[in-house]
């Protein structure tokens, strides 16, 4: 990426001097962090007596761990839908909010709410949208004669959850966009127009490769999101107990750092999920990189 | 000129002897407990109390939700600065005594001759090990069942009696199961039950029916066992195939206690739930858990005081247990009216038996003791308890038959208790 200004001379300095205080808490507090992290995926550890040196059997012992793979392979089906969906909706819902039709700020406004709302109480309402019984949509479902849907139940659970958290996104998606849609400057469009391309031709060799950069920034960003999913997910799949009949592979973490004196596996899994975070991330690099090149 | 010196001198040295006192004074132990803000207060008195007669000592009270504390808790540990006093919850116990890092209390309980003699016995035993206790029961909760007296006149059914069996239990509860503003779904179920622990519902029913839980010194988890089997039928017949019971998802849609929310004419529970339950308004009463094959068997659990090793005031924190652990500081705590008190002469007197906020038969919780197994406690609860409970919801779900269901649930419990063993 090429940033419009670049510091000259004395100027450094005091990029530096602004930046410090920023980097030096980055330098402490998140790489830290991440290193303390990886220490520790090598010890077996409660929290309360000395940390004992296992070498890799914390991660070993991930592989027949039960609990551990069955969150795992519910935030990895949970990440390959919830991705591509949000990137799909927050861009159909860009594009059409990125034109000159009234109320458009509402609508902008009513997209990024959920951004900024309590995911707690975001959840429990969309509790009463799913609810068996008196839930808003077997109510509409029943109008149309169709007998009400178990969605919280165990064959849809996953899927409402991703659901909730896509419309969740959209917002987010929609801000990164609409930014990137206004970047395209208009001698494009028109000269397309002149060259006598439609509206979908228009679409596919003038906004999407304009638009890759963008595209590039959200997926890396949703597909964080996705693997860290926990909110919504806890609020509408718990079961009482401090349980959930969705645990994802942040629930585990927490579960067995904090709950079950693991640090260690804990750990090795927080460590498990960077990794997948960090080849996705590697995978959408390549992807840009081929896209960009012809363009 | 050299006088005034002699008097600032002598000024200072008062001045440092006085601020000596004063430090005295102020030795300062913590008190950290889970529970609701109204049980910060009762302790906040009970420490009141204490610190009039310990002049020396001040106690700080401090106060958090059950998750938060445990963390709290925890990162404090592992942080080197722990409370001095702190709460402790039975089934948890033995994972933090056998990381030693708990007082050892024998020595100071050896001081004391008579100072478990007015207890319950059964409330001691969770926290005795084979090197002494290591923490003091705090109070006791025994589960028994509670029943709303409107839905029983209302559906014209006999409130549960003293010979209640777990087929009339069943054969109400269907009763009891209705849809009452006939928009065809049920509204109204006959009974409701918090069913992934197994302190509340599903101990005492595998116990009522002569199974048991778990066997802690060969790490196997017994829920599986012919006769555990004809509990999980019962708790699969009458929640599935009667439908008495609200599915989980059905719960949802009117709050987490389905008693409290007025949705279930039953309900099984410790104390705890009665200053939940006090302000319902529909009329409600307990009566003692039903009879199964085996006899009428209910669990108890008890809340005790544990002390920090790394305290760095263990005999003021001693003296500040033993207060709470005494006549006063339980009878003080019995206001409450989340527990029961592991005194005797206190539980046995009007400052528990006589509640005003909730006229109900106290003495029933007392009762229960000689019918009560301990719920489990061993190193590792939690994690079994969780292994054990998200394999069991897949029963509750219908995602899986019960058979299915508890075979997966001992599994994953047996790989808890393997993972767990010293």
Request: aromatic share 12%; hydrophobic share 45%.
């Amino acid at each position: 990426m090429n940033f419009g200004l670049r510091p000259l001379g004395r100027e450094k300095l005091w990029v530096l001097l602004l930046l410090g205080p920023t980097l030096l808490g980055l330098a402490v507090g998140a790489f830290g962090s991440i290193f303390a992290t990886l220490g520790l995926s090598f010890f077996k550890w409660d929290l309360l007596t000395t940390p004992e040196w296992v070498g890799f059997a914390n991660y070993a012992g991930l592989a027949d761990d039960r609990m551990f793979l069955r969150s795992l392979s519910n935030t990895i089906i949970f990440s390959l839908l919830y991705v591509p969906l949000t990137i799909v909706c927050a861009m159909a819902v860009a594009l059409l909010l990125n034109r000159r039709i009234h109320g458009v700020s509402l609508f902008r406004t009513l997209y990024f709410l959920p951004v900024i709302s309590s995911p707690t109480a975001v959840g429990l309402l969309w509790t009463w949208i799913f609810a068996q019984d008196q839930g808003v949509l077997n109510a509409m479902l029943g109008n149309l004669g169709i007998p009400p849907v178990r969605w919280l139940g165990p064959n849809m659970a996953l899927y409402s959850v991703v659901v909730v958290n896509v419309w969740g996104a959209i917002g987010e998606g929609m801000i990164v966009f609409l930014a990137g849609l206004q970047a395209i400057p208009r001698e494009q469009y028109e000269a397309a127009h002149l060259d006598g391309a439609n509206a979908l031709q228009r679409l596919i060799y003038v906004t999407l490769p304009a638009m890759a950069p963008s595209l590039f920034f959200q997926s890396v960003l949703s597909t964080i999101h996705a693997f860290q999913a926990f909110d919504y997910i806890y609020i509408l799949t718990r079961v009482g107990n401090g349980n959930s009949s969705v645990p994802t592979l942040v629930f585990s973490i927490y579960r067995n750092g904090f709950r079950f004196f693991r640090m260690g596996d804990a750990t090795a899994q927080a460590i498990v999920l960077t990794a997948i975070i960090f080849l996705f991330t590697l995978v959408y690099f390549r992807i840009q990189k081929r896209w960009e090149v012809p363009a | 000129m050299l006088r005034t010196n002699g008097l600032v001198l002598s000024a200072i040295a008062a001045g440092l002897m006085l601020g000596a006192t004063a430090a005295r004074a102020e030795t300062e132990i913590t008190y950290q407990l889970w529970g609701s803000p109204q049980e910060g207060e009762v302790w906040q008195k009970v420490a009141k109390e204490f610190e009039a007669q310990h002049p020396d000592t001040k106690v700080k009270v401090e106060v958090n939700d059950w998750d938060s504390y445990w963390e709290k808790i925890r990162v404090l540990m592992a942080g080197g600065t722990p409370p001095d006093v702190f709460a402790m919850d039975a089934p948890l116990y033995p994972d933090w005594q056998s990381r030693g890092v708990l007082l050892n209390l024998q020595p100071y309980i050896d001081a004391e001759p008579v100072i478990l003699d007015d207890i319950y016995p059964i409330t001691l035993e969770a926290y005795k090990t084979k090197d002494g206790y290591f923490g003091l029961p705090r109070d006791f909760q025994t589960i028994v069942l509670y029943y709303n007296k409107d839905m029983f006149d209302a559906a014209g059914v006999a409130y549960p009696s003293d010979n209640w069996t777990y087929d009339d239990f069943r054969k109400a509860a269907k009763a009891l199961t209705k849809d009452t503003n006939g928009d065809g779904t049920i509204d109204q179920w006959g009974f409701w039950a918090e069913v992934l622990d197994p302190e509340p519902y599903w101990g005492p029913v595998v116990w009522s029916f002569g199974g048991d839980i778990v066997d802690i010194a060969n790490g196997k988890t017994l829920i599986g066992s012919e006769k555990a089997m004809q509990a999980w039928h019962f708790i699969n017949d009458m929640w599935l195939e009667d439908k008495s019971m609200p599915t989980t998802e059905q719960l949802q849609q009117y709050g987490t206690d389905g008693f409290q929310a007025g949705i279930a004419a039953m309900g099984v529970s410790g104390h705890w739930s009665v200053p939940d339950y006090a302000p319902a308004k529909f009329k409600w009463a307990v009566a003692p858990m039903p009879k199964g094959p085996a006899g009428r068997v209910t669990s108890v659990n008890c809340a005790g005081f544990v002390i920090a090793k790394a305290s760095k005031h263990p005999k003021e924190a001693w003296e500040f247990v033993k207060f709470a652990f005494g006549p006063v500081g339980q009878a003080e705590a019995a206001k409450i009216g989340l527990a029961v008190p592991i005194r005797k002469s206190v539980a046995e007197s009007p400052a528990y038996l006589q509640q005003t906020s909730a006229p109900i038969d106290h003495k029933l919780y007392i009762d229960a003791l000689q019918y009560a197994h301990t719920k489990p406690v061993f190193r590792g609860y939690e994690e079994w308890s969780a292994a054990v409970g998200d394999a069991l919801n897949n029963a509750w779900t219908g995602a899986m038959p019960v058979d299915d269901a508890v075979a997966e649930a001992v599994q994953n419990g047996d790989d808890a208790l393997a993972k767990n063993r010293q």
